[in-house]
């Protein structure tokens, strides 16, 4: 008898990293176990599409203006104590001036860099604003907003409305005659709102208007307060991104359970690397070649002139439009002699309460007018959703036309026209032109809705005539490939909720039969002139008759059509 005997199998020993880069990254990783969370990143998915930079750009940007700030905040004193400056630009020199505007003129032509660094701030803040809403136009148009999302729609909305915060706050810092307006309609819109309105002001500006401590509170809110809370949002828009993935394109292959595109690592964060080197590169382009906010033109503020062409930054002209277009009689003195300043409380309080409200409970209004409460990962085309689509178009047009309007006396100026008839003019859009747009807009998306039925059933036009034995002629029509075709078919058409009746079986009237009535006509306002998608039973008897055209015409020399690629004269 013999015994067989097994040696056992030595254990490998898991390999030591020998680089200095590798040995730190083990010791990190052994204490916090971090590459798990790296590994699940690198394995993230993005889908490829040009408009989901968009967010980047707005995320670079930001990332430009902490940068140039910092060095910033090095020179500046946010400081309104009165001093005599001695720099050598003639017409300011020796001027009695506040110690901000000062330290902004030294900036500007003292500190080496200090201009080039102050102009790529001022652009990147523009860019960071127009990026963030045209990301969020995007975002809006395609649907994006529906479930899981609303969340993060709303986080979206807040940094936007942060952002105009940072914006204004840092655009009044220096402290000229330009910005001294702004704070001055500031002032007066803050003072409009009933009952807290003057004690308000008194608390923002430490006392009457101008006060001695407004600049140190808005750098501090300009530096510290509202920068942090666009961090953290920031944060946490990017992790609820990540929480919930990627929303993607309609397209074949595409699903709500899935994400097509490439990993993270290493493609997508070669392109955002690049993408925010391109970003840097644009904006300090700009800074050296474009001026911007030569505040030396201004001079320090004074509270008594008020020159044409004062206007503040673009995201700003909107509100600047809005109080140039009311009529300032709209005034009410009620009892106890309080006035209300309806003039100024309606276009700076109320009309962009609106704007933002719209923005912020959209997501929740669509969703309780389809009843539809699915997770949503696969973006919509704005053609199939047409009220959705005219009511952002329609907004966005009263935007336009409000920016305009705070450029009224630039547009009398350089036109040779009449302020009053531009006021006017402006006016009467401001009613007419969203209303208009929604309309122009609702019915291009049901005609797009329309072609692509036409496209689907029939094919492309190829422009190639045939002409039958019998006579006839038909232009030959090129079918669509499976991934078109899915393409233009692959959308859910929504209808109205439907209303159920107001008494119930015994005859008792429903409680809730009033409030369900109103989501009845605010629905059926929503869907109610839809275009169905083409079924599968259309399709195929659309296919089925091309055939038999095809059929027929065997005889000609033509007759080799594929299935579905004719018309006939009917159907034309």
Known sequence: MSTATTTPKTLKKPTQPTTPAGKAADYLDQRTKIGVLVKELARKIFPEHWSFMLGEIALFSFVVLLITGVFLALFFQPSM??????????????????????????????????????????????????SIVVHMLRVFFTGAFRKPRELNWLVGATLMILGLAAGFSGYSL??????????????????????????????????????????????????????????????????????????????????????????????????????????????????????INSVWNYGPFDPSPVSAGAQPDWYMLFLEGSLRLMPGQAEIVTWGNFTLSLNVLIPAVVIPGILFT???????????????????????????????????????????????AGSNDLIATHFHLSINSITWVFRVLLFLGPWFAFWV?????????????????????????????SGEYIEVHTPLDEQERWLRVSYETRKPLELAPAADARGVKRKGY?????????????????????TPAELAAAHA???????????????????GATRTEQER
Request: aromatic share 10%.
């Open 441 to 469: 807009t609702k019915r291009i998306c049901l005609g797009l809705q329309r072609k692509d039925r036409e496209l689907v059933l029939h094919g492309h036009e190829s422009g190639r005539i045939v002409r039958f034995a």
């Open 545 to 563: 008759h091309g055939e038999h055209d095809a059929i027929e015409a065997s005889h000609d020399e033509h007759a080799a059509l594929p299935a």
């Open 174 to 291: 220096p402290d000229d005659v330009l910005s001294g307006n702004g704070l001055r309609i500031t002032d007066g819109v803050v003072k409009s709102i009933p009952i807290i309105g003057s004690y308000m002001s008194y608390f923002i500006f430490g006392g009457e208007f101008p006060g001695e401590h407004i600049i140190a509170r808005l750098f501090t809110v300009h530096i510290l307060l509202v920068p942090g809370l666009i961090l953290a949002l920031i944060g946490l828009h990017l992790f609820l991104m990540v929480l919930h993935k990627h929303t993607q394109y309609p397209g074949g292959g595409r699903t709500d359970s899935n994400v097509v595109g490439v990993p993270a690592l290493p493609v997508f964060a070669a392109k955002m690397g690049g993408n925010f080197f391109f970003i840097f590169g644009v904006l300090a382009l700009m800074g050296a070649t474009l001026s």
């Open 514 to 534: 009033a409030s369900e009535k109103i989501w009845h006509k605010v629905s059926r306002f929503f869907y109610e002139d839809r275009v169905e998608p083409v």
């Open 358 to 404: 719209f923005l912020l409970t959209y997501p929740f209004l669509e969703a309780k007018v389809t009843g539809d409460h699915r997770e949503h990962h696969v973006l919509d085309r704005p053609r199939n959703v047409p009220v959705r689509t005219a009511l952002g178009v329609a907004f966005l047009t009263a935007f336009i036309i409000l920016a305009l």
């Open 81 to 130: 104590a009165l001093v005599r400056w001695d720099g050598d630009l003639p017409q300011l020199h020796g001027q009695l001036m506040s110690a901000a505007f000062a330290s902004t003129l030294d900036l500007s032509f003292e500190v080496r860099g200090g201009l080039l660094m102050r102009q790529i701030h001022h652009w990147a803040a523009l860019i960071f604003m127009a």
